[in-house]
């Protein structure tokens, strides 16, 4: 063995031994010396403080701390000068064991190497004046006359602590004055303090529950109940003031992440910023770690798959306000619930904040949240959201854009097929949106964009009205819902259509009822019977709650409104079809409500003349009630009545009329859910004034002709003018008395002409025949001539078996020879009073 290796052995062995031998006696001075020593820490500390340190019992523990001595210090508290006011103990432990660096005992200085402190509780309370129990730490700064005693005193200078350990020990810091409460139970604190000239080093491993962390007792806690594991490397600053907290793996509950923290002891109060990051965290686990007045909030939300989450909390610990809260996240290809719906697929980046106006109090009131770049599908309609906003949770705003582009059959998924069910189509959307929020609801949303269907063929199913073909675009303004470019087909209708709902979105939630719908409806050809689903009551009713609420379900809201909502109709159609009828240049305006359609005026031109139509349609089941006011204008009689079904008329038909009709008409009636009159349901008066007119084959006249006037033509009876009064009346229709001057014969007619049963009509027949009177100029010469001779007098009756027999009218006859003498006898009375 070299000689130099030798010698150092023996050094070795030389320092070891004094180290040894100095340690057994700073134990053995311990052990025989316990109450001085017990009085020189009591000493040393309470130099610091500005309070009061009492230990119990001191007792050594040997080998436990070698080559340092270590005691065990029983029943310690510590306590600051205005206890008896608090009654806030700071510490109050069972046990203390202290490691003090055997040499510094033997030259009369505590050099204290490591404190363990176990099933202790420590206590820093404020109260709401602003007083701290922490103010024990805070010694008064010397005279120099003290300075000069203190450093003649011969109790040794200040403690300086290099370990720390924690064992089952309740720490809490209640700021009464600030409402902060940060309450924690430490299962375990291991630290190192290092003290470089430049301020101290820590690091700490630690296991603690977290019982409360409010910054803000108002509002909660965070991390509430939740485990906190992890190592924390701590630097402190004398000359700034400052303390970092390293960023450091931790473990909240069983989620892993990065925290660390700054707190400027400089200032007053002492500000903080603390920073947590972690890189996959589930949505229901961060709500969890949040105060109450957000995670309750948070909790009606669901993502499926965890998020990255950066979070900054930045204040300070005095005055009671809540610090500022910055969070950032992201997440890809996750469900998103959202009361009344799910949403498939979603990706977003999103950031809250409580600070959303920097020159506002931090608070739920001025908090927002964020969502940028939204991806997602729902109901699997794809759509993005470039910017979504939710401001003030208190009362929350929600503004965004929102853009989706789709197949129109996606949309039954929404509407669950009714009250609209799409078969094909696209729609485009593109939408910016301000709403209230109500029970995490939409409410009263302004909308501003644009919704664009093309090539649609859909279904209106409670009018049973089928759409091909079609598009639309809807604008929407702040307050107006405009209908553009809409082009619908229904079979060989064809119809191009503009609208405007005012005060549209404040109406579809409000009050549906008051909402009008104006439309400009302009059509090339329009086939009324494959509309006559608006004139029905619907064919059931969806079942609505008594009182309309939010509730999300889009189909419901829009049933709601399509049934209550009214509508302003203005068409100009070219050719209108109805059946028989054809129409061309049709004017109308009209109003549509949930139970019937109001015509205010319908103007057209049919059979060389024209049609004036005003009048009501109530809704009211099978059949419709209708009150109808109608002016005919020198249309052709016979396509007149080939076009209505001859009113119902089944011995007077289009076949046997000719010549150009003036009518006004006043009726009452019911009309099927397919357009057909009810038989006998019409009541009213009808007015007309037939010009140029034939009567052709009208069989009643040839059964009675035949035999009066055998050598005349009754297939061909022409009426240069004829005009008459009918009075409607269901089954029965009252002639009012009418003179009827022809090519054949002449006719006094009155009486009731029944569909039914019930038919009594007086008919006066002159026998001579009037085919020259044409030639006679003078009206009044003419009308004396046209009765002239003999005349008949015949009655149409029902017969036994049901049908119209013609048959002399005797009483009539009588009734008409008496009025002839009365006439006579008139007439001398005139002549003798001329004499």
């Known amino acids: 063995m070299p000689k130099w290796f030798k010698i150092t052995l023996k050094v070795l062995g030389g320092i070891l031994a004094l180290i040894l031998l100095l340690f057994i006696a700073a134990s053995l001075y311990i052990t025989f010396n316990k109450q001085k020593v017990l009085t020189l820490i009591t000493q040393t500390v309470n130099k ?63 050099n204290i190497q490591k404190i363990s402190i176990n099933n202790a509780s420590i206590d ?106 992890g190592p924390f490397d701590i630097q402190y600053t004398e000359k700034d003031g400052l303390i970092t907290v390293a960023p450091n793996k931790l473990n909240i509950g069983d989620d892993p992440f990065i925290i660390g923290a700054k707190f400027e002891t400089a200032k007053d109060p002492v500000k903080f910023t603390i920073n947590i990051k972690v890189d996959e965290l589930l949505w229901k686990h961060a709500a969890d770690l949040l105060a109450p007045n957000i995670s309750a909030k948070l909790n009606m939300f669901s993502i499926s798959q965890p998020l990255a989450v950066t979070t900054s909390l930045v204040g300070d610990f005095g005055g009671g306000g809540d610090p500022a809260i910055n969070v950032r996240c992201k997440v890809s290809n996750t469900t998103l619930k959202i009361p009344g719906g799910v949403m498939e697929n979603c990706s977003f980046n999103g950031l809250f904040t409580n600070g959303h106006d920097k020159n506002k109090e931090l608070g739920d009131e001025n908090s927002a949240i964020g969502l940028y770049n939204f991806t997602g599908n729902y109901k699997e309609m794809p759509f993005t959201m470039d910017t ?17 582009k789709f197949d129109v059959t996606k949309l039954n998924n929404v ?36 919704i664009n269907i093309k090539n649609a063929d ?275 229709i009252n002639i009012r008395p009418m003179q009827i001057s022809s090519s054949v014969l002449n006719i006094d007619m009155a009486g009731v002409y029944s569909l039914g049963t019930g038919t009594n009509i007086a008919i006066d027949v002159p026998l001579r025949n009037p085919k020259d009177d044409y030639k006679i100029t003078d009206p009044e010469e003419r009308r004396k001539k046209r009765m002239k001779g003999i005349v008949i007098y015949l009655l149409a009756a029902d017969g036994d078996d049901g049908k119209i027999k013609i048959k002399l009218n005797r009483n009539r006859k009588k009734d008409k020879d008496k009025d002839k003498d009365d006439d006579k006898d008139k007439e001398k009375e005139k002549q003798e009073e001329a004499k």
């Open 458 to 732: 859909m279904t209106y199913v409670p009018r049973g009205l089928n759409l091909k073909n079609s598009s639309l675009s809807l604008y929407f303004t702040d307050n107006d819902l405009l209908f553009k470019n809409i082009n619908l087909q229904s079979g060989h209708s064809i119809v191009k259509m503009d609208g405007r709902v005012k005060n549209f979105l404040n109406l579809y939630y409000k009050d549906p009822e008051k909402m009008v719908l104006t439309w400009y409806v302009r059509s090339p050809q329009l086939y009324l019977g494959e509309f006559l689903g608006f004139l029905n009551k619907k064919s059931y009713v969806r079942k609505m709650p008594k009182k309309r609420t939010n509730n999300g379900n889009l189909a419901e809201q829009l049933n709601d409104v399509f049934e209550k909502a009214n509508a302003e109709l203005h068409m100009l159609v070219e050719k209108v079809y109805y059946k028989k009828f054809l129409a061309t240049n049709a004017i109308a305006s009209a109003e549509l409500t949930n139970n019937g359609v109001t015509i205010n005026n319908i103007s057209l031109k049919h059979a060389g003349g024209s049609l004036n139509i005003t009048g009501h349609v109530q809704q009211d089941g099978a059949a419709n009630s209708f009150d109808i006011k109608t002016k005919v204008n020198n249309v052709n009689i016979s396509t007149f009545f080939y076009s209505f079904d001859n009113f119902g008329l089944s011995s007077l038909t289009s076949k046997n009329l000719t010549g150009y009709l003036t009518s006004n008409a006043s009726v009452k009636g019911r009309i099927t859910n397919d357009g057909s009159l009810v038989p006998r349901s019409v009541y009213g008066t009808l007015s007309f004034d037939l010009k140029n007119g034939a009567l052709k084959s009208f069989d009643p006249i040839k059964s009675v002709g035949k035999f009066a006037f055998p050598f005349r033509d009754l297939d061909n009876i022409t009426f240069p003018q004829l005009n008459g009064t009918f009075d409607l009346r269901g089954e029965k």
């Open 48 to 110: 610091s403080i500005d309070g009061k340190l009492v230990i119990g019992e001191l007792d050594p523990t040997f080998f436990s701390a070698f080559p340092n001595v270590a005691v065990s210090l029983k029943n310690v508290s510590l306590k600051d000068n205005q206890w008896q006011k608090h009654k806030h103990t700071l510490l109050q432990a069972g046990d203390v064991e202290v490691a003090v660096n055997a040499l510094s005992l033997i030259t009369g200085s505590v």
């Open 124 to 229: 820093f309370f404020t109260d709401s004046t602003g007083y701290s129990n922490t103010a024990v730490f805070k010694k008064t700064k010397p005279t120099p006359e003290t300075e000069k005693k203190d450093d003649d005193d011969e109790s040794g200078a200040a403690a300086i602590i290099k370990r720390i350990n924690l064992n089952k020990v309740a720490f809490s810091l209640d700021n009464q004055k600030a409402n902060k409460l940060f309450s924690f139970y430490i299962n375990s604190l291991k630290g190192k303090v290092d003290y470089p000239s430049e301020g101290w080093k820590a690091k700490i491993n630690l296991d603690t529950k977290v019982k409360s962390l409010a910054f803000n007792t108002k509002r909660g806690s965070f991390i509430k109940d939740k485990q906190l594991r």
């Open 388 to 404: 979504v906003t939710i401001v003030n949770l208190d009362k929350p705003i929600a503004s965004g854009a929102f853009r989706s």
């Open 415 to 450: 509407f669950e097929g009714d009250p609209l069910k799409f078969n094909k189509g696209t729609a485009d959307l593109n939408l910016h949106y301000k709403a209230d929020i109500v029970d995490y609801q939409l409410n009263k949303p302004v909308f501003r964009g644009a």
